[in-house]
């Protein structure tokens, strides 16, 4: 009898796409702890004689505006990228979770009031409420990650919501009320686990788009402020010699590609891995 | 058919009144004194007095709100602190710059998805599928600023095919649009391969193979009608994804529009011109997905009668 976990892995592996992205992601939460150590040079020193460096033997992927090692710049700014990101999800996560099953179990104006309020914040296009909430509490790298995070939310909220209504009416959950269970206990026993599979693809997904959102709040200068290295910044300061040294402003953001690209391919690979149902590609 | 309508337009009413309610939160929300803040350190307090009235920051949130709104409904925005013109006339201004560029990349998305997305699903596992979903992959994990910025060096620099970035030409929107355009039309090709596939399994599609249906027609009859629900729902969500992505390439290429006039307004502390910005993009998103809503019920009579 196999479990359903394995059953889950079976799947993912034969799925090479999905490997590909635990692959991409695993390299990147490698550089990210081991950035001291896996970083060729010091990402804060500057080198002004070697200003814009091609890349070649001594700087890899050439060198920034300060004659920084782009190479290692990338390697820390995985840091950035992730911490931001992993943050933003448990954010998102704690908000969704508490205020979709306060919704969920409580019912009348409570839930109307909660759900009519995440309307609301679904009414922002992309972007535009992360953009309005740092703007209000300023940049830096603490309010980026709660801008993404309030931005993540309605969507957890309305997942939660959805699936209490639907336990609340089955027969298990009613013999636990029965038994005199709380509605906090009733959540981390009965609702969560049967979430569990829809928010890890939810929170994986969404990984890869709190870095698109991060990277962009840091490009327009919003973000996260120099001189930590973030790519979404790097990208700025690179544009400013666009034409002088492509290199400065590109490199930085294959590596937001290719972290992105390596949370949408993992998230798919679990969506399919773990919940064959949850098949289409809306996200 | 006018009911549906009704109920669906006085539904947004609620959603739109809680965002200008959050809009104007993001002032309250600022440390320190905003009015201070807006006006710089160089400020006499006279001004930042004045200001302050002018705001009515002295006076309650539920009555600063109630004015608001009132203020909105004849029009008013306020002015902007930077250059001191009413904020409705900043915004119409650089509205229609905006409008073009998301437009026009919104329909690239919708040609460009929707054919990727309908020959992937009636050919699976082709070649040309196969490209095309790795395509896809790639082109909605792309930082809409940083493709800009790689199309600049590309086909404005080494071949110097098109401008840098401005206005003025048909030649100046295509850099912007592509950039814009290839995540969304990327999304776009992914739910139409999925929602086409999900039809051609459906037992009407196999009864109309059966019964000698030509092949085209089937997709075209079938096929396409039926999956494009999900793709229009996508479409109008993409609509937001694109003016938000509108503030990254206005940036990029210098695009007189909302995205880079919010942008200014930001930097300049101008939270006025801010809030009118902010405000007038998602009264846009909001309509287009009422749009959306609406519809639904031209393609799909089953809508409009559940109501």
């Known amino acids: 009898m196999e479990t359903p976990g394995r059953l889950a892995w079976r799947r993912f592996k034969r799925n090479r796409l999905a490997v590909v992205g635990l692959v991409l992601v695993a390299a990147l939460l490698g550089s990210a702890l081991l950035a001291p150590w896996v970083a060729p040079r010091d990402p804060a020193k500057q080198s002004l004689i070697e200003k814009r460096a091609r890349p070649g033997a001594k700087f890899v992927l050439g060198a920034d505006e300060f004659g920084r090692d782009i190479l290692s710049r990338v390697i820390y700014g995985t840091r950035v990228a992730l911490l931001v990101g992993t943050l933003s999800v448990v954010i998102a996560l704690a908000i969704g979770v508490a205020l979709g099953s306060v919704a969920g179990f409580t019912g009348g104006w409570t839930d109307t009031l909660i759900m009519r309020a995440t309307e609301v914040l679904l009414a922002f296009p992309y972007l535009l409420l992360a953009i309005a909430v740092v703007s209000a509490l300023g940049p830096g790298v603490l309010n980026t990650t709660i801008a993404v995070g309030i931005w993540g939310a309605p969507t957890v909220v309305r997942l939660v919501r959805g699936s209490v209504l639907a336990l609340r009416e089955s027969e298990y959950v009613g013999a636990a009320r029965a038994l005199g269970a709380s509605g906090p206990g009733l959540v981390a026993r009965h609702v969560l686990p049967n979430l569990l599979p829809t928010v890890i693809v939810y929170a994986t997904l969404f990984m890869a788009n709190a870095i698109l959102v991060e990277a962009a709040l840091s490009f327009l200068g919003l973000g996260v402020q120099p001189p930590t290295a973030s790519w979404g910044l790097m990208v700025s300061t690179g544009r400013d010699l666009l034409l002088v040294a492509p290199h400065v402003a590109t490199i930085p953001g294959v590596a937001i590609m290719v972290a992105v690209l390596g949370f949408n391919l993992l998230g798919d690979g679990l969506r399919d891995a773990l919940d064959p149902r949850l098949r289409g590609d809306g996200r | ?307």
């Open chain 2, 1 to 307: 058919m006018l009911t549906f309508i009704v109920r669906r337009l006085l539904l947004a009413v609620p959603v739109l009144l809680g965002v200008v309610f959050v809009v104007m939160l993001t002032v309250d929300l600022l440390p320190g004194d905003a009015v201070s803040l807006m006006l710089g350190e160089h400020s006499t307090p006279q001004a930042v007095a004045a200001l302050r009235d002018y705001l009515g920051l002295d006076k309650p949130l539920a009555t600063r709100y109630v004015q608001y709104v009132g203020r909105l409904l004849t029009g008013d925005l306020g002015r902007s602190i930077q250059q001191n013109r009413p904020v409705t006339a900043e915004l119409a201004e650089a509205w229609p710059a905006t409008l073009e560029l998301t437009l026009a990349a919104l329909v690239l998305a919708t040609v460009f998805g929707v054919t990727a997305g309908v020959v992937s699903a009636v050919w699976p596992s082709s070649l040309f599928d196969a490209v095309a979903r790795l395509g896809s992959l790639f082109g909605l994990s792309l930082p809409v600023f940083w493709t800009g910025l790689v199309l600049i060096v590309i086909f404005a620099w080494w071949l110097p095919w098109l401008p840098v970035g401005g206005t003025g030409s048909l030649a100046h929107l295509v850099l912007p649009a592509v950039a814009l355009a290839l995540p969304s039309t990327a999304m776009v090709a992914r739910m139409t391969r999925s929602s086409v596939l999900e039809v051609l399994r459906e037992d009407y599609v196999r009864t109309a193979r059966a019964k000698g249906v030509r092949e085209r027609w089937v997709v075209a009859k079938h096929a396409l009608r039926n999956a494009a629900i999900p793709v229009l729902t996508l479409l109008g969500l993409q609509a937001g994804q694109l003016m938000g992505g509108a503030v990254l390439t206005e940036t990029v290429f210098a695009w007189p529009g909302l995205g880079r006039l919010m942008v200014k307004a930001i930097f300049a502390r101008d939270y006025v011109l801010l809030q009118g910005a902010v405000l007038v993009f998602s009264l846009a998103f909001v309509l287009i997905n009422l749009l959306v809503d609406l519809s639904y019920g031209a393609l799909d009579p089953r809508v409009s009668k559940q109501g």
